[in-house]
């Protein structure tokens, strides 16, 4: 089965999303996510120069060659870029390799580890009243898992929460908006929230918090601390995780469940964190971590260690990502939660999907392959359009971490 084809497609219903299709010549194709938020452009190109070319003629088939290929042989290994498109690339051979065995994905990984695969829904407010009404809204829906966030007092803008949109996005302006950020009014203002939430809601429902980088090890500690008799289920993303081993300040102080890795590219992010036990959660997911082959990987080594998935799920991952990503979480055996942000109406057309939601559960659907196509002619009605993420300073004009 030989690849004769490759198209990068470029489209924005709603968002930008890039998607690789990989055509071979027997007719069977396959479809990956090579999306990287504000960076699209450098994926895309990437992959048309750099990557298509190679890939021609050689067998769709031998997926973990084709993923050497990629990564050993392009002599600069690692990075966001190189990542999303080695991802992108092995998602659709995925794809591929499983229609052509007439299987859902995650028969071909193994089968399933589970009857549907536990989601966290977003509840965002611009004060904790907000919030509150959010978080009743999730649980109506049948949500298990709820993120809750809430605009911080005498910040105009805060990390998660949408100004007046259903969809939090963002990735809204054509160059960044800037964004002013406060520790102290933050870290006073959190434990609050969660004060509150399980007032109202009681500890039947597993609640979660993205703190975005924000703080240092030592005030994530003290976050941590101050929030345990609360119970959430994880601390999302406390610290930046360029520096590992300053988890292990954040573990001395406090048995908070910890979250990481959506920026995680590879396994060597995350191998001392992993190692030392230094987070419950990994945060990895297909698109921004070298696809199904790479992923498989990172979740092996954390099953040793007694920590589990947590895929990244945001908007601005298609539903590609999602689709294959729920393969990946009905097959893993240490799964622990998937984030789900639910896409506009315009991107899901863009994007047919078998994969449904029921219940605080989703399901992958048993279409064979990965279940997620994209509808090209409609896709072209969007065309490329430049936004970026915020940054963030601190109130003395100090760059700070988004
Ligand atoms: O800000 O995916 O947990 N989810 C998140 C996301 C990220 C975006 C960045 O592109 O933190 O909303
Ligand atoms: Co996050």
New binding site residues.
């Given amino acids: 089965m030989k690849i004769v084809d490759i198209k990068v497609i470029v489209s924005c219903p709603g968002r930008n999303f890039v998607t690789v299709k990989i055509i071979t010549d027997e007719g069977v194709y396959g479809v990956g996510d090579a999306t990287l ?1 504000g960076r699209e452009l450098a994926v895309a190109a990437y992959l048309e120069e750099h990557v298509a070319p190679c890939l021609i003629g050689r067998d769709a088939q031998q997926i973990e060659d084709i993923w050497q290929y990629l990564y050993r042989g392009c002599y600069w290994r690692r990075g966001p870029v190189t990542m999303t498109a080695i991802g992108a690339i092995d998602t659709a051979l995925w794809d591929i390799k499983a229609k052509a065995a007439n299987m859902p994905l995650y028969q071909l990984l193994g089968g399933k580890s589970r009857e549907g695969v536990m989601v966290y829904g977003h509840a965002n407010g611009s004060d904790i009243a907000e919030t509150i009404d959010e978080v009743a809204k999730y649980i109506d829906m049948g949500y298990k898992a709820i993120r809750a966030q809430s605009g911080v007092p005498g910040l105009d803008s805060t990390y998660g929460v949408a100004k007046e949109k259903m969809y939090y996005e ?2 809204d302006a054509d160059l960044p908006t800037e964004n002013i950020w406060s520790t102290q009014q933050y870290l006073r203002h959190v434990p609050k929230l969660f004060d509150h939430l399980r007032d109202k809601f009681g500890f039947d429902h597993h609640f979660l918090h ?1 703190v ?1 980088h924000r703080l240092t090890p030592n005030e994530a500690a003290g976050l941590g601390k101050s929030l345990e008799e609360y119970r959430l289920f994880w601390l ?1 993303d406390a610290v930046p995780a360029e520096n590992q081993e300053g988890f292990r300040i954040i573990r001395q102080h406090t048995t908070i469940p910890l979250a990481l890795g ?1 920026v995680f590219n590879t396994i060597w992010d995350c191998k001392n964190l992993i190692q030392e036990q230094l987070i419950d959660y990994i945060r990895a997911t297909v698109v921004h971590a070298g696809g199904i082959t790479h992923l498989r990987r990172i979740a092996d080594l954390a099953a040793i260690y007694h920590i589990r998935t947590g895929c ?1 799920g ?1 908007t ?1 991952l298609s539903p590609i990502c999602m689709g294959a990503a729920l393969h990946f979480d009905t097959w893993v055996p240490n799964f622990g939660i998937q ?1 789900y942000m639910r896409h506009s109406e315009e991107t899901d057309a863009v994007f047919p999907h078998a994969y449904t939601f029921k219940d605080g559960y989703l399901f992958p659907g048993e279409a064979s392959g990965h279940g997620v196509d994209i509808d090209e002619k409609l896709a072209a009605k969007y065309p490329y359009k430049r936004a970026y ?1 915020p940054v963030n300073r601190l109130e003395d004009g100090t760059m700070w971490n988004w």
């Fill in positions: 938020n963002p990735a993205d975005h999302e959506e990244h945001a601005d984030e993420l």
